[in-house]
């Protein structure tokens, strides 16, 4: 099938191809992500793998596929404090997340995949796909990039090895110089729990793990396996759906 860009269509080209089509909406932060990788990090690299993965499902897929513009904004409140963040709020990220889902409800369509890249935006994604689906008959899959993957345990981290390893295979010019890190904290840890608090971030410096392990090697070869993995899940929610 084939693959479309919405931003590069015209109302009737969508109009017609709504209807029967899969839209996918890359969303990802412009927030900080340590003092070595550049702030757009995370619609980057949700930008970067839908749009290597759309192609490869399209050539399976039972429907067009449709690509929304990347949405660059996300729920990163808790990144303010060390600069270089624009964040919106859980509030209006999950108002924005319902309202594209009114206008692709409204344009004919009836089917839409979240691809996220960042881990402040699940909870938002969960609730903005589940109000979506309610309020305007639209089916909606909600994939948060790495989960398609193996769990590793410095995944995904937040500008460490895990993401960085990634840039360096995309943009490896976003990647400014890294020092190792020892005894870095942990933070608390309650089974079956997830924790919030502003402390553990301001303890780590704002980003995770030791960024100085990854190289472009194995970022291009979880970038490939993401991407596999990627196509996969969108094939089967053009059947799904």
């Known amino acids: 099938m084939s693959v479309l860009r919405w931003s590069e269509c015209t109302r009737g080209e969508l109009s017609a191809a709504l209807p029967e089509a899969l839209v996918v909406l890359p969303i990802g932060a ?22 290597r993965a759309v192609p490869v499902a399209a050539a399976r897929a ?37 309202d594209i889902g009114r206008s692709v409800a409204a344009g004919g369509g009836r089917r839409l995949v979240i691809v996220n890249g960042h881990g402040g935006n699940q909870g938002v994604c969960h609730a903005a ?12 899959a909600h994939l948060d990039y790495w989960s398609v993957l193996p769990p590793e345990p410095t995944a995904p981290g937040h500008a ?16 400014r110089d890294r020092h190792p890190r020892e005894n870095l904290p942990s933070g608390p840890k309650v089974a079956n729990a997830g924790v919030h608090s502003a402390a553990v971030w301001d303890d780590i410096d704002g980003y995770t793990d030791d960024p100085a392990q990854a190289t472009a090697v194995d970022g291009k070869a979880r970038l490939d396996l993401l991407v596999s993995e990627m196509a996969l899940r969108l094939v089967e929610c053009a059947r799904q759906l």
């Open 62 to 98: 039972e429907r067009a596929l449709v690509i929304a513009p990347t949405l660059s904004y996300g729920a990163s409140d808790h990144h303010l404090p060390f600069g270089g963040t624009l964040s919106l709020s859980v509030e209006t990220l999950l108002s924005v997340l319902v």
């Open 30 to 51: 412009t927030e900080q992500h340590g003092p070595h990788l550049a702030t757009g990090t995370d619609a980057l690299l949700a930008t970067e793998i839908v749009d």
């Open 129 to 140: 796909g589940s109000a979506i689906s309610t309020r305007y008959a639209v089916a909606v």
């Open 160 to 175: 460490g090895v895990f993401e960085t390893s990634l840039v360096l295979g995309v943009r490896p010019d976003l990647v």
